[in-house]
């Protein structure tokens, strides 16, 4: 056993006895067919993460009617024709020595007619200010008593379905702003009939859901229930309203409670907190509702790695611990933690961009570190029929990330980096205000490759000429981009700098300073100078800032520049840098920033392809991986160096 032994003792929720306290949040996945089964590729997902040692596994936002489905490849639960394709996946979770619950949800109000085809419906007539994932807001429909009653018999008919189908429990989704919290918040239930009014009377909608759950599913069918404990929100549930809740849910047949937190329109981002917020943000709500209830309760949200892991448990302040990001990342987090393997664990960083930011766009989900989500099967890890000598040009994520599934797959690695260390571009990225948990990505990536044998060779520029000399049977290039630098009058003058030169501390900046683009490198430098006290102002060709990157690092980006009154221009196409001042045209009308200190470009990047290339001529056998195609972030360049080593 190790340090984090808490987490391995063993626990039931009502009748269900797990091996452990970690569980799995539920996430939504978009792996699932477009009528809501089962697929293999959900499968295949979920035996990796059952097979890592996860106590109970959880489908993420399974909708019980048609009018409730949010992501377009959702799992379903409104139909009878769905239960063989769940005995097929819980058979498969069961047979890799798992447990695995149902999430039961409704969309609501953030439900759209683009995806359901059908109008929305909420509590009252309040739309979400979020456009989420259908990239518009809807106006729902006020629920009638009708309705009510027929969703509640929905919920109690999708439970019975679940265990028709073999789950071992369900999850009931009070939270996140979906139909279910829409009458539990104030924020959104100015309903006066006895689903409105206080908290007891906004309770009842959820109350009878659960009983009618356990009418339709039996009594002693575990039954969990995600509870927003605050909403983050003006006039939006509190602490004290949820410990209400919690006890009447309790009374009513709940089996356990997942404190979460966050609607979508929390500022910061709540629900899916990104690196913008500190590990382990929630402990305190998850406290609170212990106080409230004597069923398990789970703490949720951020909660990356073991050992703080188990103190929530030793404190007393959770039950268990749902991990959701983190199970992505690593799949194998509990095994590890379980082993002492702490240094193993691929630690979640928060960045989003694998898993919401794709959902938002009504993609499948995949990670940033672990190109393994969603491929599975095909991602396998083979071993080499011939093992050959490989060199890796460039020691960023996608460069480590080739060099370690090479060397898994038995082939003799080289890496050639010219920096003095090794981490690429991530180095400068983890400079910038809460973007330091970036680096932990390469960190853990230089960890694995010297623990598999790689040689690193750093202080090393590689030429064709170099290459040849190697002798290696096979080249993958990862030598990353250059900035672009943009045709505009005066771009050569002293007081210009690249952004990556400010990042670095290569190039001095004055104290009043623009920053030419806003995507996220420019918001990032610009953030870095605000926090160095100086007086920013950003200009923007786009009419969007940040249109590079997701919803969890705009959120924070606006907040951010809005609270230190940054000036953005948008639409903004600069036309010439003077000596000190900066000229623009937006929208036809020319503009001029003056008494400028320094100008940064954050204007993109371009491929530094010339090595790839001329070995590619050559004759060579070059796999060129990330910028050096194509200019774009480390998750593209993580998953391309996984793809080409799985190839060599």
């Not at 020595?97 to 929305?120: D, F």
């Amino acid at each position: 056993m190790s340090d984090a032994k808490k987490l391995f003792e063993p626990i039931k929720v009502g009748t269900l006895a797990l091996k452990n306290r970690i569980i799995m949040s539920a996430m939504v996945t978009n792996f699932a067919a477009e009528d809501g089964s089962v697929t293999d590729r959900l499968i295949d997902y979920h035996v990796n993460i059952a097979r890592g040692g996860c106590a109970l596994n959880t489908t993420g936002s399974s909708y019980v009617s048609q009018e409730g489905k949010r992501i377009l490849c959702g799992t379903g639960a409104h139909d009878d024709r769905l239960i063989p394709g769940y005995r097929r996946l819980t058979g498969a979770v069961h047979a890799a020595g798992g447990r695995i619950s149902i999430q039961l949800s409704h969309g609501g109000r953030e439900c759209s007619p683009k995806i359901t085809g059908l109008q929305a419906i909420g509590a009252t007539v309040a739309a979400s200010r979020y456009e989420g994932v259908a990239q518009g807001i809807e106006i729902p429909r006020e629920m009638t008593l009708e309705d009510i009653e027929s969703l509640i018999a929905k919920f109690g008919d999708a439970a019975g379905r679940a265990r028709e189908g073999g789950f071992d429990a369900v999850e009931i989704h009070a939270g996140h702003g979906y139909v279910i919290t829409q009458f539990l918040s104030p924020h959104t239930n100015k309903r006066s009939d006895r689903y409105g009014g206080d908290i007891v009377g906004r309770s009842n909608f959820l109350i009878e859901i659960i009983r009618d759950v356990k009418k339709k599913a039996g009594a002693d069918f575990p039954v969990l229930v995600k509870l927003n404990v605050c909403d983050y929100v003006e006039e939006g549930t509190v602490p004290d309203d949820a410990r209400v809740t919690a006890a009447l849910a309790e009374k009513a047949g709940a089996d356990a409670i997942v404190a979460s937190v966050g609607l979508h329109e929390s500022r910061p981002q709540r629900i899916v907190p990104a690196m913008s917020l500190p590990p382990f943000p929630n402990i305190h709500l998850s406290a609170t509702i212990k106080e409230a209830v004597t069923v398990p309760v789970a703490a949720i949200g951020r909660i990356v790695e073991p050992l703080g892991a188990a103190r929530v448990l030793e404190e007393g302040k959770a039950d268990l611990v749902a991990l959701g990001r983190p199970l992505l990342c690593d799949p194998e987090w509990p095994r590890k933690a379980q082993e002492g393997k702490f240094e193993d664990i691929r630690q979640c960083i928060g960045c989003n961009q694998g898993c919401i930011d794709m959902l938002r766009r009504q993609k499948p989900i995949t990670c940033l570190q672990n190109a393994e989500v969603g491929r599975e099967r095909e991602f396998r890890i083979e071993r080499a029929t011939k093992p050959k000598g490989v060199a890796v040009i460039g020691g960023g994520p996608g460069g480590l990330e080739a060099a370690r599934v090479a060397a898994l797959r038995g082939h003799r690695v080289t890496i050639y980096e010219k920096a003095g260390e090794l981490g690429g571009q991530v180095r400068t990225g983890r400079i910038p205000p809460h973007r330091g948990e970036l680096g932990k990505v390469t960190d853990h990536l230089l960890r694995q490759v010297e623990k598999l044998g790689v040689s690193i060779s750093t202080g090393r520029e590689m030429t064709p000429a170099k290459c040849r000399l190697l002798g290696a049977d096979a080249v993958v290039v990862a030598v990353g981009a250059l900035p672009l630098k943009p045709k505009i009058k005066g771009i050569d003058r002293k007081h210009v700098a690249y952004a990556v030169d400010v990042l670095q501390g290569k190039a001095a900046v004055g104290r009043r300073i623009v920053v030419v683009g806003a995507g996220l490198v420019g918001l990032e430098t610009a953030d870095f100078c605000i926090e160095k006290g100086a007086q920013v102002t950003i200009l923007e060709m786009l009419g969007v800032m940040a249109a590079d990157t997701g919803g969890a690092n705009r959120v924070y980006f606006e907040d951010r520049l809005k609270e230190k009154r940054v000036a953005v221009h948008l639409d903004a196409v600069v036309t010439e840098i003077g000596e000190r001042d900066v000229a623009y045209v937006q929208h036809g009308s020319a503009g001029k920033i003056a008494d400028v200190d320094t100008v940064i470009l954050a204007t993109g990047a371009v491929p530094d392809d010339a090595l790839w290339k001329a070995l590619k001529e050559e004759g060579a056998d070059v796999f060129p991986v990330g910028d050096c195609v194509k200019a774009r972030n480390v998750l593209e360049a993580v998953f391309e160096g996984a793809k080409i080593a799985r190839e060599i």
